[in-house]
């Protein structure tokens, strides 16, 4: 397959860098919806999810999960080279593609915007002058699954062509709530885009995109195990929890607009080449505009304990300039300057029962613990503690019975960047590149408790732990770094490559949405301007070492690639909670060490049969991560018992294998294929090392198998009928799971994200 991975059109087999790439009707053959679902067939990458997320991807390991707009995506995802930005509006629908190049590693030299793990390049088909190429594809499914998308090409002029795409899809839930009765993880989606493409047979080409999508699905769902000391812990102050009857369905209360994960996004894109002769001028103009709304219950049970809401939108600015040489000796670079700017504004809601509140922090009812005119005084602490912090002895339940902790951050983050990289041959057998980027980050941040939306006299106890009494609290930091890769490459033969390189990546700080500094006692800080400021987290950085191999093999019918890394992070970007406080923010850890080895192996079995394999290893070990290993009482006391333990959440296996088969008729042809992902269990969080907390709940979440078949008729017309399976052995796992929790918290042990049941489906698709 060709790629522009490396900013030149070549083969993916000449690239010397881990890159999957899959082509556009592969994607839609196999019923790969969003961008989270390319993980199923890319080596070294896990974490999908079923809701608008991209902090739950992992690429070799390393994840920024981050509750809150400070800081940035470790993952990259891009569309035709444009930056498609964070959760709400980074993950996209998949159609009317060409294909997708998914690279591993850090990327620092490829694209405008930085990114430290990898990144995700999303190609999508363009108009060619003179050809139709129109198609239609339909598929009906049980659970009411309707998805119809198409796209067609006609010219304008003799130098200017426009493709028309776009897609609806609706599906109906298939998790019961069984106290409110409703369905979840359901979804209604649609989206246009329009390109057009000017090419004279001059020096200058140009592509403008236009796109747009509407999405409504159901937020992130949560089902209690009903395991661990907190679950214990609530059962002993409301009696018996049960838990749902069915491994798919859940029993929780439900936030005020339902359960939700609804976003609108507007984007306009356009690149612009021009041919100089001795090199290729490239500009990239992007603009892109989102709203999001979500909302979960992140407790996983029908008490009120954590709601979470969160109404967002946001602006994104890119321009990035280009020069790429076209020269024909051993020498061949390319060089660019970049720069973004986002604006983002974000409402975020911590809710919970005032009763809970008082019953888990104080073993009373708050009618009680308040009653202090009765003359109860629970030994004389309770009221005047209460007095002291709220000034008041009297208990007024608000309206609804909730603490609404409403909080607001505004955000203007830019940065450029300045990149070069330089390519020699030597011989034709040897050559070699090295490449350096200068990157300059600044962000401006407010955070805002929005109090007055706050009936409950106990306060901002949910999600802040502070007041801003006089207003917005703010500040602004930078961040700069130099990076760098160097990669050589040996070919000992036609159609093999042997490389190995050394890449130093980098992401910048950012800030915490619901802490300040200097902090205090968690719900006793007054932030005020020009004393507090958001809270921080440091920049992260990288040293990757990666060699690999791609060759082919028996005259092209077999192509395989492998790899093997080894990477030092230092201050990896990860959540930990304030000690004393429910507050989960941004940690930096002292340093991960990680390796793996990733392959694909593509073999044409004859002319009607393909069979694609893949698989990855990974390895990693934690030092210095004291701040994460507060997840269960038994270890309180030994901040060094997680001490070298792996990345939560990532298995330390993958695999997946492809077999499509096509079988001549006279008229027509039959077609069919089967697709198979697998990934091991993954700790659920940093492991700890001794019996005791395994005892108390440690354990290991994620573990699929995921199989699909398909089977139908082509006509020589161009008209198409299938029969499709998912989830073929209807296997029921969850896509990922929290860790231990303590003994006194109310936040209980839970799974997240239940499998989708085995779906048969009929599919029918025309092109022309």
């Not at 999810?49 to 891009?78: C, E, M, Q």
């Not at 309206?399 to 020699?424: H, M």
């Amino acid at each position: 397959m060709i790629v522009t991975a490396t900013k030149r059109a070549e083969s993916v087999m000449d690239v010397p860098l881990a890159v999957t790439a899959l082509s556009g009707d592969f994607v839609r053959d196999v019923n790969l919806d969003d961008v989270k679902d390319l993980v199923f067939f890319t080596p070294g990458v896990t974490g999908n999810s079923k809701d608008s997320f991209l902090d739950s991807i992992a690429v070799r390991g390393i994840v920024t999960n981050d509750f809150g707009n400070g800081g940035d995506p470790s993952l990259g995802v891009y569309k035709n080279g444009f930056y498609q930005g964070r959760n709400g509006s980074g993950v996209t629908s998949l159609y009317d593609l060409e294909r997708s190049e998914f690279l591993r590693g850090p990327q620092g030299f490829l694209f405008g915007r930085n990114s430290i793990a990898g990144a995700l390049n999303i190609i999508t088909r363009k108009p060619t002058q003179g050809e139709s190429e129109t198609y239609l594809d339909l598929r009906i499914a049980e659970r009411d699954i309707l998805r119809v998308e198409g796209g067609t090409n006609f010219d304008v002029t003799n130098d200017l062509a426009i493709r028309v795409a776009g897609f609806y899809s609706t599906e109906g839930g298939y998790v019961d709530n069984e106290i409110t009765g409703k369905e979840h993880i359901e979804h209604d989606k649609a989206g246009i885009r329009v390109t057009g493409s000017y090419d004279a047979g001059g020096a200058l080409t140009a592509n403008l995109y236009l796109e747009y999508e509407d999405r409504d699905q159901s937020g992130t769902i949560y089902r209690a195990t009903g395991k661990g000391p907190s679950y214990q812990f609530l059962e002993d102050i409301y009696g018996d929890i049960p838990l749902p009857g069915d491994f798919r369905d859940v029993r929780i209360d439900e936030p005020r607009n339902g359960i939700i994960d609804n976003g609108e996004i507007w984007s306009v894109g356009l690149d612009v080449n021009y041919d100089l002769g001795w090199a290729t001028l490239t500009s990239l103009t992007g603009y892109k505009d989102h709203d999001y709304h979500y909302t979960e219950d992140f407790d996983a049970t029908a008490i009120t304990i954590f709601n979470y809401e969160q109404i967002q939108s946001g602006e994104y600015f890119e321009q990035e300039l280009r020069l790429t040489s076209q020269n024909e000796g051993m020498f061949n670079w390319y060089a660019g300057v970049s720069y973004y700017r986002e604006e983002i504004d974000t409402e975020f809601l911590g809710q919970q029962d005032e009763d809970l509140y008082c019953n888990v922090y104080w073993g009373q009812a708050c009618e009680d613990v308040f009653d202090y005119y009765n003359n109860i005084y629970y030994d004389g602490a309770y009221a005047y503690i209460l007095y002291d912090y709220w000034g008041t002895y009297q208990w007024t339940p608000s309206p609804n019975g909730l603490i609404d902790d409403w909080n607001r951050t505004k955000g203007t983050f830019s940065g450029w960047a300045a990149y070069i990289d330089l390519q020699f041959q030597f011989s034709e057998q040897w050559d070699a590149a090295i490449g350096v980027r200068y990157n300059d980050d600044e962000k401006e941040m407010s955070q805002e408790v929005l109090a007055g939306r706050n009936q409950s006299i106990l306060g901002q106890v949910v999600q802040t732990g502070f007041t801003t009494p006089q207003g917005p609290v703010s500040d602004t930091q930078s961040w700069s770094e130099p990076t760098y890769r160097a990669v050589v490459n040996w070919h000992p033969g036609d159609d093999q490559l042997l490389y190995f390189s050394i890449t130093n990546g980098y992401k910048q700080g950012g800030y915490n949405s619901y802490s300040v500094d200097p902090g205090g006692p968690f719900s006793g800080v007054e932030a005020l301007p020009g004393v507090h400021v958001p809270s921080t987290f440091d920049a992260e950085t990288v040293v990757s070492y990666e060699i690999g191999y791609k060759g082919s093999q028996w005259d092209g019918m077999s192509q395989l690639q492998l790899t093997a890394f080894y990477y030092e992070y230092e201050d990896l970007q990860a959540t930990c909670s304030e000690p004393g406080s429910p507050v989960v923010v941004v940690c930096n850890t002292g340093e991960v060490k990680g390796q793996g080895l990733e392959g694909n192996w593509n073999l044409a079995l004859s002319d009607n049969w393909q069979l694609g394999v893949g698989f990855s290893w990974f390895d990693s070990e934690g030092s210095g991560i004291e701040a994460f290993c507060s997840g269960g009482e038994e270890w309180l006391d030994d901040a060094s018992a997680c001490e070298g333990s792996p990345i939560p959440g990532v298995p330390e296996y993958t695999a997946f294998a492809s077999l499509n088969g096509n079988y001549p008729l006279d008229n027509g042809e039959l077609f069919g294929n089967v697709v198979a992902s697998w990934e091991d269990g993954a700790p659920a969080d940093w492991e700890p090392s001794n019996a005791i907390t395994r005892a108390a709940g440690w354990r290991e979440v994620g573990e699929y198998t995921e199989v699909q078949a398909t089977a139908g008729y082509r006509s020589p017309t161009g008209w198409a009928l299938a029969l499709y399976v998912e989830n073929l052995f209807d296997d029921e796992y969850y896509d990922s799971g929290n860790g231990i929790t303590s003994a006194s918290s109310p936040y209980v042990q839970s799974d997240i994200g239940p499998s989708r049941p085995r779906t048969v489906g009929l599919r029918f698709s025309y092109g022309l």
